[in-house]
């Protein structure tokens, strides 16, 4: 089983920064992703949004298009943790973000509890 724990969330001036942390326990799976979703104020746990996307071999990536160029994901895989660097953030980015782990091949998926995120204008 995998465990993940997001820190990093507070609270933050619109056009501040902020870096969220996953450390995992994931060690021995060869295919995997990790991804970062996050939870707006007032939606359901099914209403997650994808923000940032990365292969865990080759370490290809993908963002959501409301981030692209403000965002970067970068995972490091000798301190098997996940990381997502915010810049220039909004108010229309608070919102709990969660850490999610997923290896197709053995169905094996996972998510931490999140860490809350909120921007004042």
């Known amino acids: 089983q995998v465990q993940l724990v997001e820190s990093g969330g507070g609270l933050v001036q619109a056009g501040g920064s902020l870096r969220l942390s996953c450390a995992t326990s994931a060690r021995t799976f060869s295919n995997y992703e990790m991804g970062w979703y996050r939870q707006p104020p007032g939606k359901d746990r099914e209403e997650r949004e994808l923000?940032?996307?990365?292969?865990?071999?080759?370490?290809?990536?993908g963002y959501a298009e409301s981030v692209k160029g403000r965002f970067t994901v970068n995972l490091d895989t000798a301190k098997n943790a996940l990381y997502l660097q915010m810049n220039n953030l909004t108010p229309e980015n608070t919102a709990i973000y969660y850490c999610?782990?997923?290896?197709?091949?053995?169905?094996?998926?996972?998510w931490g509890r999140g860490t809350q995120v909120v921007v004042s204008s």
């Open positions: 999610r782990f997923e290896a197709p091949t053995t169905q094996v998926v996972a």
């Open positions: 923000v940032a996307s990365i292969m865990g071999r080759g370490g290809g990536t």
